[in-house]
């Protein structure tokens, strides 16, 4: 099948089975991705967790949808899947003042953009050199 050159506006299920060279997924936001709907408020434990499942599977196939480069975007508060990473509990020493504290709220992070050998754009987060104080 060929896709004429163009935007292309989807849901994440419409875009299952296809590929792009650029891709955003767009709006993940708490609230929205997950979307507290349906199982994901069952009161049943093993129930939410399968829902959960099926949520990430849905996220992760609409990302590798993109054969080149990704942008995933948020505003307000990102979804959780978004932020949660294990560096959130990790704490810092900033080079300049010496203040020590938690990464998250008193450093906060960067996007850093490098790309693959095979021509794909990766973008990391990575913890900010510096306090909020010295920036």
């Not at 003042?97 to 906060?108: I, R």
Request: aromatic share 6%.
């Amino acid at each position: 099948m060929t896709i004429a050159p163009g935007l292309r506006l989807a849901t994440m299920h419409r875009v299952k089975g296809l590929e792009f060279d650029r891709l955003v997924v767009a709006g993940v936001n708490q609230g929205v991705v997950p979307l507290p709907v349906g199982d994901m408020t069952s009161p049943d434990g093993a129930v939410r967790e399968e829902a959960e499942m099926r949520e990430r599977a849905l996220f992760y196939v609409a990302v590798t949808r993109a054969r080149k480069q990704a942008l995933i975007t948020s505003h307000g508060a990102p979804s959780p899947w978004l932020t949660a990473s294990a560096d959130d509990d990790e704490t810092k020493t900033c080079p300049k003042c010496g203040v020590e504290g938690s990464v998250d709220e008193l450093f906060g992070y960067r996007n850093v953009k490098h790309t693959r050998a095979d021509g794909t754009d990766v973008v990391q987060r990575k913890p900010q050199s510096y306090c909020r104080s010295c920036r």
